[in-house]
């Protein structure tokens, strides 16, 4: 099974319109996981076209998103335990915050909020950060991420220019 993973989407503010490359993605996809900050109710329903659509809500979306979606969010698929949040708050380091999130054992976190790709293990469980697609901050390349989920459980990123 292919996931497409994004966050910290901003839109309308960083972009009016999703970038070419992600659009592409969004057809080939059945599921979609957004780790918040889509930022309007605009976005969340023309993702929701594409796919079956797992979401939590970040720090700048819009009051209509906070009532509909939950701060966190588990999903079990094929056995694996998928943790779903923002990552924001107060003191700590992201990572720290998203590791703190959950009390129960995860085998992926996926989060947004720093628009940092990351992918790395902390002990058993897997963080994934798939960036942004609109607001790249000062690295080189807006990203986004794919999962894959079968007998086992890989996640990456996919880098482009504008």
Do not use: C
Request: glycine share 8%; aromatic share 10%; no cysteine.
């Amino acid at each position: 099974m292919k996931w497409l993973v994004i966050s910290d989407t901003h839109m309308p503010k960083r972009a009016k319109q999703f970038p070419d490359t992600l659009e592409d993605e969004l057809k080939k996809v059945n599921h979609i996981i957004h780790a918040g900050d889509f930022q309007t109710m605009d976005v969340y329903e023309k993702l929701s076209q594409y796919g079956k659509l797992h979401g939590v809500y970040g720090n700048i979306d819009e009051e209509d998103l906070k009532e509909q979606l939950p701060a966190k969010k588990t999903l079990e698929i094929e056995g694996f335990r998928i943790g779903l949040v923002h990552g924001h708050g107060e003191k700590k380091t992201t990572e720290k915050r998203v590791l703190e999130a959950f009390d129960e054992k995860m085998d992926i976190i996926i989060f947004g909020h720093s628009h940092m790709p990351l992918l790395r293990y902390v002990g058993k469980t897997l963080l994934f950060n798939p960036g942004s697609v609109t607001d790249k901050r000062k690295l080189p390349y807006y990203s986004f991420g794919r999962l894959h989920i079968g007998e086992e459980l890989q996640a990456e990123h996919v880098f482009f220019n504008r």
